[in-house]
């Protein structure tokens, strides 16, 4: 199984960016099956989670420090997952991470999930 992030970069604070995460692999049973995630990490602190989305998308949870600025979202049928953020601010540097998992439920514990991407780079310059 394989998740792959991108969409990461450096941009200014207001600005917008969307980020996505390709999901693959000869044991990636449907998309649609697992509940996904993004969460974001900068060095010598933990994961946080950031946002999370159930198999069909109607269904959606946000960490308060991005709720109103930013957007799960997914496309099963293109095996992604997407983030939109707008308003970015400095503090949302980190790595951007997405994750999916086998449970019927989001989850905000980083140990709830089964397979993670390699990580995409969003710095928010001043």
Request: with cysteine; net charge positive.
């Given at each position: 199984v394989q998740l792959q992030a991108s969409g990461g970069g450096l941009?200014?604070?207001?600005?917008?960016l969307r980020l996505s995460?390709?999901?693959s692999g000869s044991?990636?049973?449907s998309f649609?099956?697992?509940?996904?995630?993004w969460f974001r990490q900068n060095p010598g602190k933990a994961r946080?989670?950031?946002?999370?989305?159930n198999w069909s998308g109607d269904s959606t949870d946000y960490a308060d420090s991005v709720k109103g600025r930013s957007t799960i979202s997914r496309d099963n049928a293109k095996n992604?997952?997407?983030l939109q953020m707008s308003s970015l601010k400095p503090e949302d540097t980190?790595?951007?991470?997405?994750?999916?998992?086998?449970?019927?439920?989001?989850?905000?514990v980083v140990g709830m999930?089964?397979?993670?991407?390699q990580g995409t780079q969003v710095t928010v310059s001043s």
């Open positions: 941009v200014q604070a207001g600005d917008s995460c390709a999901g044991t990636f049973s649609s099956s697992y509940y996904m995630a946080e989670f950031v946002a999370g989305i992604t997952m997407y980190a790595v951007y991470y997405c994750a999916a998992s086998r449970r019927n439920y989001i989850s905000r999930y089964n397979y993670w991407g």
